[in-house]
């Protein structure tokens, strides 16, 4: 037997001490047997694979990219990337969290300036704090307030690099941003694009392609990240850009360079997930139709694209905890979004609607909402 564990350090136990304390200690859940609303798999391909026989042996891939690692079929499955979400090239990673710590911490420099949406995913975050630029939040789809940091960091630091960053569709508050207004902004005030397509990758666009094509088909932005492992049903992400980018990143962004290639396998099975998800156009279709039948139970309507992630605020810790465990005693899996995740004082629930839920789910759930929801 092994001596007993020491206690943590005394810093780490306060810290757990205290989110215990405000109620928001995280532990891994048990399995849920009731109807999930809390999976990203909008279009319900996640088992679609299942019984899926792949041609590729398990082999690893002996190294990282710029060593052993580079495989030719990666680089096929990159190239068929670049086709699909409409880029000169792509490069692929192993999540969307490594793909963005990756373009955030490698593109912006020291003296540049990145003006970021506030509700901004952590992995974008965080890439930035790895990043010596200087970096400004403005609200939450505020473009006013956008334009005008940007005008402002344009006088006050003439020869900066300006980014601006946004997600597509954002996770937390279920919202679309707008690419034509973004696009137009950056091309006014001398400004780089950087685009998170995570939520958005198969569920709208032209075979899934996303919401920057949909909207600016002949446009391209800096860099777009599409994540495999939300609509798409599986893991893993692609940044798209220019071939000039990905040699970028090639030789800057260190969460590529230091870390192994994937193995064949695992590019056989991504390949096989992105026909699947383009050709997915019915479940794109029967998920719009479910996500108006669910509004339609509160009496509302809702233009198309409908987001398929469905925020229902719930102020307080301890009152979205209660209302989320209410409704899991009905036998609905609906899970509190709470601090750090989201602002204290913005707690809310979470509900996520895929092509998969029936209409008697959709329906049971709405009336089990209404207490809190109108
Ligand atoms: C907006 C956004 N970007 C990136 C990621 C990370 O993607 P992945 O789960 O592939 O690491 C997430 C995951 O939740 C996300 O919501």
Redesign the pocket.
Known sequence: MPEPHLPLPLSLQKRLDKVQLEGTFRSLPKPFTGVDFTSNDYLGLAHDGKNIKFTSSLEGSMGSRLLQGNLPQILDLEKEAALLFQSEATLWFS???QA?LAVMSSIPQKGDIILFDQEC?A?LKDGMRLSLAHKFGYKHLDYFQLEKKLKLNRIKFPNAQLYVVS?SLF?MSGKWSDPNILYALCEQNGAYLIY?E??STGVVGNNGGGWFHYHLPNKTALSITY?L?KAPGF?G?FVAGSQRLINYLINFARPFIYTTAPPNLMVEATRWVIHKMAMAEDRRLELQEKLAFFYAQFGKTVSAPISPIIPIPITGISECKEVAQQLQNQGFNVKAILPPTVLPGTERLRINITALHTYEELRNLAKALKPWWS
């Open positions: 999540s969307g969290y963005n995913h992995s997600e996770s998170d995570a939520h994540t492992g893991a992400a």
